[in-house]
């Protein structure tokens, strides 16, 4: 690097520690320098006092999870009072900010990491290199038995699994989603072993046997790295469920609440992965937007909440304004957890999220529009089918009526699922009895003991 090159480094470098407010702030701005000048220590030293801690207590082992969104909230169900571990919390954007450094922009996503281009694949190998020095002298400032993660494909963490399969430290997927439609599914496989490539971490926990198989057969890891363990975090459903059943807690909102899970246009069709494809879910998205207003304009003593993905808010707030002025009495809700939602609504309408099977897990009645493309053809095998333990709307009139229904006749919170929700959940999540952090806290503690 050019002596004038080096010297605007140190500039921004110096500028960012002026205007920090945090070591995260500061950290953000400086660590791809630091990375461009291969500066391991200083980087180790940032990425440290970035962590924090996310339990309190001092134990035998130290687990480093890298933050995400829904993740977190498996982690601290499995985690957050296993007292044989201490949790602590690096944000994806630190290891994503020492990647950029070295990475070239053009492999910086999850879907264009595998390349033939010697530069880029010089500059991981380099990248590799600097992660392992990077962790050697993070470990002087605090000694991790674990690192997790909620996917495998992370680009910015493709290649921190291989320093730590060197350094005989575990690192662990927990995968944070695991619905995936059977032509989902089958576009994924294809593009994951041209796109993707495979894991190079310890082992993958999934929720259930059709996403571990998605990953064997695409060729992501080998069948005895993945273990279904089940989703974690729906076990507070199940346990919200039974207090509510012996009348210990609320079973829902004083006021008629309805839940509706917003969706985009192109909801787990070819489109959504950067696919071409003039498939799009118009009719069922147009019309449930609808549906939704209307209900509000017509039932004012109703709370009407839009949930949107939160990236996902301000292009579902451009298709409610295409259906018509939004009521006062209907809101949208992007930020906080679900369950809340869950626990306080009377009933709940959405298409192709897991949030309906959290809904399931709780027993509220959920409601699935099924019309426009739904009834298509060409859109088999793009839809989550949960069968009969969910009502199926046949139009946006019938949709409003279900909903309705069960406003003006909420029936019990029962202690025991139906066959079919039960069904549901073992084939969709893998969580059927509000087992699965106990299962998980097995596989990760198996993974520690292993290190003694």
Known sequence: MSTTRRLKSYYRLLAALLQARSSFDFAL??????????????????IHKT???????????????????????????????????????????????????????QICGDDCYITDDPVANRAKLDYRKLLFSIWSYLSLFRSYDAVLTG?????????LGAVLEHSNIPFIVLHKEGIKPPERSKILRNL????????????????????????????????????????????????WRRLAAAGKVPSRADRQTVLFLAFLPNNFLPSYSGIESDLAWEELCSGTYRAAIELANENPTYDVIIRPRIQEAPEVEILLNREG????????????????LIESSWVICGHNTTVLLEALASNKPVVVPHFGESLDPRYEGFNVELGDAVEHAISVEDLKTRIKRHCETPYAINEELSFAVTEALQKWTGNPDGNASERVRKAILHELTLLN
């Open 192 to 239: 994951f072993k041209t796109q993707r490539g495979q894991f190079t971490g310890r082992r993958v926990l999934v929720y259930q046997e059709d996403e571990k198989n998605h990953q064997v057969d695409g060729g992501i890891a080998r069948d005895e790295q993945v273990i279904c363990v089940g989703m974690p975090r729906m076990d507070r459903n199940h346990k």
């Open 51 to 105: 962590i924090q801690p996310m339990t309190s207590q001092s134990s035998k082992y130290k687990v480093l999870v890298i933050e995400k969104a829904v993740f977190n909230e498996d982690i601290m169900e499995v985690l957050g009072e296993m007292p044989e571990v201490q949790v602590f919390g690096l944000k994806r954007a630190v290891i994503k900010c020492v990647s950029l450094g070295i990475l070239p922009k």
């Open 151 to 159: 996917n495998w494909c992370y680009w910015a963490e493709r290649e």
């Open 325 to 340: 002025p939004q009521p006062e009495n209907l809101k949208i809700v992007s930020e906080g957890e679900a369950s809340p």
């Open 29 to 46: 701005p400086i660590l791809p320098i630091l990375a461009r000048l291969g500066l391991a220590f200083p980087i180790a030293y940032l």
